[in-house]
């Protein structure tokens, strides 16, 4: 959302004080719709992300917007569109700080169009600083997801909700009889963070989710962990490197179809800081191996570019 039209609320009662950041990369995915006979794409990418604090009878209220583009080779490209509010509070002993964020989105894409979907969703946070050197993060969540397009069941990323080729138009595919649907997802997650150091601070995280979904196939759960260390070894310069593995159960599923997941994942990041903009490259990896072969697939991101804050 345009901070110039934040501005105009007559709900206002301070300057504006709202932050806007952005990046610029390109890269090549090695296998962007996550399918088990990959297909490589180059790709540029724009995100962006804009918060405005505002007054609200003493509220601690912040408005904001987010959303990316991604171009790939040919007419390949996705996006997603955001906008949410929050509503922060500490406890009465000062003890930890509580937000409440609603939520609503729009993504499109052209390469897996199943995916294609609108979002809402409520979530719970809950900050609290443990100790000098440790804080801890707890998460609750509800999302919807209101597909745009009839698919066939588990028509989509592995990632994004159970892969078959979309369904057309129509309605049907391969002679199956594809339907619309609207998933529910709810999910708790938790991360510790430790400081070793000034300069050297690592993240242990866990999260599981609980997808229901009106075609039975494609309800799951997913419990997942990972670990994350984040280290300065020179001034303006950071590294980040992060693991995490995940499991998928689509329970659901009759017993002949069992299906499930198990995903390795591995990212680094190196960045440079120059005033306040900063380059940074990264390069992600994953594997996911599924009990049904077909489902299994390998996946290489590598970009670099540009990012910026004001």
């Known amino acids: 959302m345009p901070l110039a039209l934040l501005a105009a609320g007559p709900?206002?009662?301070a300057p504006l004080s709202g932050e806007l950041e952005g990046d610029?990369?390109?890269?090549?995915?090695?296998?962007?719709?996550q399918?088990?006979?990959?297909?490589?794409?180059?790709?540029?990418?724009?995100?962006?992300?804009?918060v405005q604090p505002i007054g609200l009878g003493g509220a601690?209220?912040?408005l904001g917007a987010s959303g990316f583009y991604t171009d790939y080779e040919a007419a390949?490209?996705?996006?997603?569109?955001a906008l949410n509010a929050d509503w922060s509070g500490t406890w009465p002993d000062d003890?930890?700080?509580?937000?409440l964020s609603a939520a609503v989105a729009a993504y499109r894409d052209a390469l897996v169009p199943a995916d294609a979907r609108n979002e809402a969703a409520l979530t719970l946070r809950y900050e609290r600083i443990l100790t000098a050197r440790d804080s801890l993060n707890l998460t609750a969540e509800i999302r919807q997801l209101a597909y745009i397009y009839p698919s066939l069941p588990w028509a989509g990323r592995p990632g994004s909700g159970p892969s078959l080729p979309a369904a057309s138009q129509s309605g049907r595919a391969r002679g199956g009889l594809a339907v619309r649907r609207t998933d529910l997802?709810?999910?708790?997650?938790?991360?510790v963070t430790h400081a070793w150091s000034p300069t050297l601070t690592s993240v242990l995280s866990a999260a599981i989710t609980r997808c229901n979904s009106p075609v039975p196939v494609d309800a799951y759960v997913r419990s997942g962990a990972g670990f994350q260390i984040r280290a300065e070894p020179a001034v303006d310069w950071s590294l980040e490197l992060g693991l995490g593995w995940s499991r998928t159960a689509y329970d659901r599923a009759p017993q002949q179809q069992e299906r499930v997941d198990n995903e390795l994942a591995a990212g680094l990041t190196l960045r440079r800081t120059i005033d306040q903009a900063a380059l940074f490259c990264s390069l992600d990896w994953i594997n996911s191996q599924s009990t049904i072969a077909t489902r299994a697939f390998r996946q290489q991101v590598t970009q670099c570019g540009l990012s910026w804050s004001f």
């Open 11 to 13: 709900i206002l009662a």
């Open 95 to 99: 003890s930890g700080v509580m937000t």
């Open 76 to 81: 390949n490209d996705n996006y997603r569109f």
């Open 185 to 191: 997802l709810s999910g708790l997650g938790i991360d």
């Open 24 to 33: 610029v990369s390109a890269g090549y995915d090695s296998n962007p719709a």
């Open 35 to 50: 399918s088990h006979e990959a297909t490589g794409l180059a790709f540029a990418r724009y995100v962006f992300a804009a």
């Open 60 to 62: 601690d209220v912040s």
